[in-house]
T-cell receptor, first 116, second 116 residues
Framework: NAGVTQTPKFQVLKTGQSMTLQCAQDMNHEYMSWYRQDPGMGLRLIHYSVGAGITDQGEVPNGYNVSRSTTEDFPLRLLSAAPSQTSVYFC???????????????FGAGSRLTVL | DQQVKQNSPSLSVQEGRISILNCDYTNSMFDYFLWYKKYPAEGPTFLISISSIKDKNEDGRFTVFLNKSAKHLSLHIVPSQPGDSAVYFCAASPIRLIQGAQKLVFGQGTRLTINP
């Protein structure tokens, strides 16, 4: 059981380039989300999805695009990378419905992105 | 506007002693709180949670206390072990709100170091 798998683990981009961070989960979780972690800022929600075909914005959505065509996959697209998007990105998933002690986010190992 | 705040970026504790990590929140709609633990180069992992209907939840060496009137929660680790050295994130969610229930807000994190 792989859990939440993120690729790539590391990526360096030039300003203006586009790329996609991949996220896949094999737990049949309805809910998936993307966070970014920055020093002194904690984890901030970028976008989330409550099921295939449904996405919504989080706290810091600008410059990012998502889609959810299948239950398993939730890619994060950077349309035109900027140095401010240098960060560590985490994908997370959980069963749908209400958050509870048994229904909490499972995180991937992270993708470290540097934009020059 | 940081709705969940961990004001201590770091904490150093002697092995065997008690570690106390603190978290404050400003949003009175938050009614479910979690602590996550993160090791370097890994994703955060769930540690313990508490609902606003309780003021204490215990799981082995870990206890979370919630003071709703002060909008404050704390994580106690007793006794502290070297393997507890990690970054700890506090998180909160307004699970009563249909839209808000999908958003988990994290604090900045506290780096805990357990000294032998």
């Amino acid at each position: 059981n792989a859990g939440v798998t993120q690729t790539p683990k590391f990526q360096v981009l030039k300003t203006g380039q586009s790329m996609t961070l991949q996220c896949a989960q094999d737990m049949n979780h309805e809910y998936m989300s993307w966070y970014r972690q920055d020093p002194g800022m904690g984890l901030r929600l970028i976008h989330y999805s409550v099921g295939a075909g449904i996405t919504d914005q989080g706290e810091v959505p600008n410059g990012y695009n998502v889609s959810r065509s299948t239950t398993e996959d939730f890619p994060l697209r950077l349309l035109s990378a900027a140095p401010s998007q240098t960060s560590v990105y985490f994908c997370a998933s959980r069963v749908g419905g209400t958050l509870s002690g048994a229904n909490v986010l499972t995180f991937g190992a992270g993708s470290r992105l540097t934009v020059l | 506007d940081q709705q969940v705040k961990q004001n201590s970026p770091s904490l150093s504790v002697q092995e065997g002693r008690i570690s106390i990590l603190n978290c404050d929140y400003t949003n009175s709609m938050f009614d479910y709180f979690l602590w996550y633990k993160k090791y370097p180069a890994e994703g955060p992992t769930f540690l313990i949670s508490i609902s606003s209907i309780k003021d204490k939840n215990e799981d082995g060496r870990f206890t979370v206390f919630l003071n709703k009137s002060a909008k404050h929660l704390s994580l106690h680790i007793v006794p502290s072990q070297p393997g507890d050295s990690a970054v700890y994130f506090c998180a909160a969610s307004p699970i009563r709100l249909i839209q808000g229930a999908q958003k988990l807000v994290f604090g900045q994190g506290t780096r805990l170091t357990i000294n032998p």
